[in-house]
């Protein structure tokens, strides 16, 4: 296991000292629209813990954005990545090619969704994975049209934003944006005017329709949804939203992406989310968990598709780094050894169960969701009858719990297009303990605020 004591240990304010002494630093050279949740300079970091640099001990309930499920220094991902390193770290994939790439392809062609003929593409981020996959779909459909969805992140570059839904942090003044992009309703069960049960059934006929009436469905090239949503606040499409789109991308010869960079890798308790309502996703984009927490990320999807592109058409200097790529194989060889999914549908259990006796005695839970190790509580305002009557979003008190939880050396995360909800992605290798802890410290919280 991690050389890293798995303990919690506050010695110092939070931020402490030489963490301040950085902060200074940092603020004189590095551009103020990067922004940090918590500036605690990190010295050492794996398992559940992230030490930093005054020797503070955190509890970390959001692995670099669902990033280190496998830990921040896992040995798998270390030893190969270190051995990678030692013989070459670049020669471009484009120039001269290597094993670790096709290796990754072949894992991702075995793991992902669906028996049939997978190909792959490597990329450095997320949001240039998502970019190519609407590329691809482009060239294979000839179609122009990309639908997305409310409360939807995709990435912050320009096609990306265009994608997202939030304007504020992630598009405002960034304008103009990409054409040809059509944003849907989104089955957001909890607040949906006709209640949970109706929700999914409802928002596809609805999504559907406003697809066939004011784009048409013969000139959409793609379809692209998070099949559990990440910054929009960990919102699960109500059951039967999923499968309801996937069958009309199908019928109308529409790509279907299932942008899985949060979702991915066994962080829902399964390789993928798509999985849990059986859904098999034309192209799936990941990056985020894939490599232990180095730059990767893939468009995986059908042969035919992903060869549609002209040769050159895709790639990229850096894309599929042979280093990187060493540290997907062995992210993926430890969640294969250590059944991190079952870890993840551990944590859900266990996590489930304080969470929601936690939203038994504190109103202010509207909803408890989620699932295996990508959790989340959504926090509304309880002042006055009309605040209960519309779930009125309550960031404060979101805003208030998180800076609770950071003081006593609990690193926690919020999202959500209210801002209004604390989410929780543990490592899937924390331990029993740390979680426990965890949750009591956000349980104090709740008690204090
Ligand atoms: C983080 C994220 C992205 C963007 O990934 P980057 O690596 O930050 O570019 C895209 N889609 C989803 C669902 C994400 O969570």
């Given at each position: ?9 506050v010695?110092?304010a ?38 930093d ?49 096709v ?23 997320g949001?240039?994975a998502?970019?190519?996959a ?23 570059t320009?096609?990306t ?7 504020m ?6 304008g103009p ?10 089955a ?33 090239a793609a379809i692209?949804?998070?099949?559990l ?5 960990f919102?699960e499409p109500?059951?039967g939203f999923?499968?309801?789109?996937s ?6 010869g529409i ?5 899985e960079?949060?979702?991915g890798?066994?962080?829902t ?6 999985e ?8 799936i ?7 232990g927490?180095l ?21 990229g ?7 990187a ?16 999914s ?10 489930k ?9 504190y ?7 989620g699932?295996g190790?990508?959790l ?9 009858p ?49 979680l ?7 349980e104090q919280a709740f008690?204090?605020i």
């Open positions: 296991m991690s050389a890293l004591p798995q303990e919690r240990r010695i110092t939070i931020p402490g000292p030489k963490s301040q002494e950085l902060q200074a630093r940092r603020t004189a050279v590095v551009a103020a629209g990067v922004g940090s949740v918590l500036p605690v300079f990190a010295a050492r970091a794996d398992g559940g813990i992230i030490e640099v005054d020797g503070n001990r955190l509890i970390d309930f959001g692995s670099g954005i669902a990033v280190t499920g496998v830990g921040a220094s896992a040995e798998a991902v270390v030893r190969r990545a270190s051995a990678q390193l030692a013989d070459f770290t670049h020669t471009c994939f484009m120039v001269t090619p290597y094993e670790g790439y290796a990754v392809a072949e894992a991702l062609a075995e793991l992902t969704p669906g028996d049939h003929a997978k190909k792959s593409a490597l990329f450095n981020s949001a240039e998502v970019e190519n609407v590329k691809i779909a482009r060239a294979y459909t000839k179609r122009q049209a990309v639908v997305v969805f409310d409360h939807g992140y995709h990435g912050r320009n096609l934003m265009a994608l997202t839904s939030k304007n942090p992630y598009k405002h003044g960034f944006f990409a054409p040809e992009i059509y944003r849907m309703p989104m957001y069960g909890y607040r949906w005017p006709t209640g949970p049960e109706n929700c999914g059934p409802e928002a596809a006929a609805q999504a559907i329709d406003q697809i066939s009436k004011q784009v048409g469905a013969e000139n959409v692209v949804i998070e099949p949503l990440g910054e929009g606040g919102i109500a059951k999923l499968p309801a789109l069958e009309f991308a199908r019928d109308n790509v279907f992406v299932a942008d960079i949060q979702s890798f066994c962080r308790g399964q390789w993928f989310a798509c849990d309502e059986g859904i098999v996703p034309d192209l984009t990941t990056a985020k968990g894939i490599a927490g730059p990767l990320a893939a468009v995986t999807g059908r042969a035919e598709i992903m060869d549609a592109a002209h040769v050159g058409g895709l790639g200097t850096y894309g599929g780094n042979p280093v790529c060493a540290g997907a194989l062995g992210s993926i060889e430890t969640m294969k050894e250590l059944d991190l079952a870890r993840a549908r551990h944590i859900e259990t266990v996590m169960a304080r969470l929601g006796a936690m939203q038994e005695k109103d202010v839970i509207g909803d408890v969701r699932r190790a990508m989340a509580i959504e926090l509304v305002k309880t002042d006055s009309e605040s209960v009557a519309t779930k009125e979003p309550n960031p404060e008190a979101t805003a208030a719990l998180a800076k609770a939880c950071h003081q006593e050396g609990l690193l926690v995360l919020t999202c959500g297009t209210y801002g209004n909800v604390l989410r929780f992605l543990p490592p899937m290798v924390i331990g029993e303990d740390l426990n802890e965890g949750l009591d410290i956000l008690a204090r």
